[in-house]
T-cell receptor
């Protein structure tokens, strides 16, 4: 089954404790991206990657790191989490040239709480 | 500041009637516009998109209209069904995306 998987699905942590949220896709997509969803703010893009070793900042990259060492994986790293990073996080992937559809496939989400 | 705005946080429509969801944007350079649907506890799913060179795109019950002069797009759902009840996000971009804040649609049986 074609899918984007994220782990963990739920995480409660404390301020300053480094964490990684993993994202993996099995569709051989070149493009991958991370978003956070907050009440009243919709989805905001954190980072995106157009291929292996190619990453770029989205709208809200501060406090996050990413890496793209393999095509299928795009982990999101919070080196020193803070309470304002409490949010619902989504990973997404797509073909690089989807034509008109330009469709991203989203994972199920990771709910992160930073105390 | 590049923005995509959905000014209606919620919308209720009777089953079988038309649902119209609206979205405004500020940057005339945006190439693509997309609509995603999101159910609770799930990731968004792609619904329909439109290129900036078109003014209409249809897919079954869903039609997106783009008015470039007004920097406005709308999603029409006809006929609306209870299963359409979800949060709808409009978005723009090619690789760097800007999403609206979402409109919660409730279709009443």
């Amino acid at each position: 089954e074609a899918q984007v998987t994220q782990n963990p699905r739920y995480l409660i942590t404390v301020t300053g404790k480094k964490l990684t949220v993993t994202c993996s896709q099995n569709m051989n997509h070149e493009y991958m991206s991370w978003y956070r969803q907050d009440p009243g703010l919709g989805l905001r893009q954190i980072y995106y990657s157009m291929n292996v070793e190619v990453t770029d900042k989205g709208d809200v990259p501060e406090g996050y790191k990413v890496s793209r060492k393999e095509k299928r994986n795009f982990p999101l790293i919070l080196e020193s989490p803070s309470p304002n990073q409490t949010s619902l996080y989504f990973c997404a992937s797509s073909l690089l040239t989807s034509g008109d559809r330009n469709e991203q496939f989203f994972g199920p989400g990771t709910r992160l709480t930073v105390l | 500041d590049q923005q995509v705005k959905q000014n209606s946080p919620s919308l209720s429509v009777q089953e079988g009637r038309i649902s119209i969801l609206n979205c405004d944007y500020t940057n005339s350079m945006f190439d693509y516009f997309l609509w995603y649907k999101k159910y609770p506890a799930e990731g968004p799913t792609f619904l329909i998109s439109i290129s900036s060179i078109k003014d209409k795109n249809e897919d079954g019950r869903f039609t997106v209209f783009l008015n470039k002069s007004a920097k406005h797009l709308s999603l029409h759902i006809v006929p609306s069904q209870p299963g359409d009840s979800a949060v709808y996000f409009c978005a723009s971009g090619t690789y760097k995306y800007i999403f609206g804040t979402g409109t919660r649609l409730k279709v009443l049986a």
